[in-house]
């Protein structure tokens, strides 16, 4: 079946990027009929949408980040990405990736997210 | 941006009772709104999507309608594992947006 799974450091210092990669298995990220996300949960708070991206590449950020921030894919390697540069204490929070069925437009297959910490 | 707005933002219940949230939007999103359920350090679960279709596996107990701005999710009667944090989130534009959260608690 579908798994996702985040990975990268768990810690990033101010002003430094934030990567992260999200593995895909059990089925194919060029799959026509699905997109990727990425959503992030600042401790002890709610769920903010990063952005999302297609299998051809094209993406939609969340314009609060958009500066900021680039998502790609690489579907040779079933993984797509997120890069978050000039990062801030704001930033901390748990990272996770998430499938979307288009005609739905919700996130049903989550990975298990990924803490990171933005401090010196 | 849609601004999605959850009421209450938290709740106490007993085993068996009936519950429902409202999840509203600043503007119409037609049908496109999901509800999940996220227990404490865990990925949220989708429970339902396009307001009242149920995801396979979760339980019949739980429903959800509405449609424009005003939505709801139904817990027909509440079982030891349904307490946790339930979230909506807008399917209709970009960017995606979710509502702040109701915490269901154990009375």
Redesign the interface.
Known sequence: QLQLQESGPGLVKPSETLSLTCSVSGASISDSSSYW?WIRQSPGK????IG?VYFRGST?N???LKSRLTISIDTSKNQFFLKLRSVTAADTALY?C?R?TTG?????I????TMVNVSS | ?IQMTQSPSSMSASVGDRVTITCRASQSIGS?L?W?Q?KSG?????LI??AS?L?SGVPSRFSGSGSGTVFTLTISSLQPEDFATY?C?Q??S????????TKLEIK
Do not use: C, I, M
């Not at chain 1, 709610?46 to 949408?49: K, S």
């Not at chain 2, 865990?42 to 989708?46: E, G, N």
């Open positions: 996300a709610g769920l903010e949408w999302s939609h969340n314009p609060s996770f998430a979307v739905f437009d919700a996130f049903d989550w990975g298990q997210g | 941006d496109w999901a999940y996220q865990k990925a949220p679960k989708l999507s396009r279709t995801q979230y989130q399917g209709n970009f960017p995606r947006t979710f509502g702040q959260g």
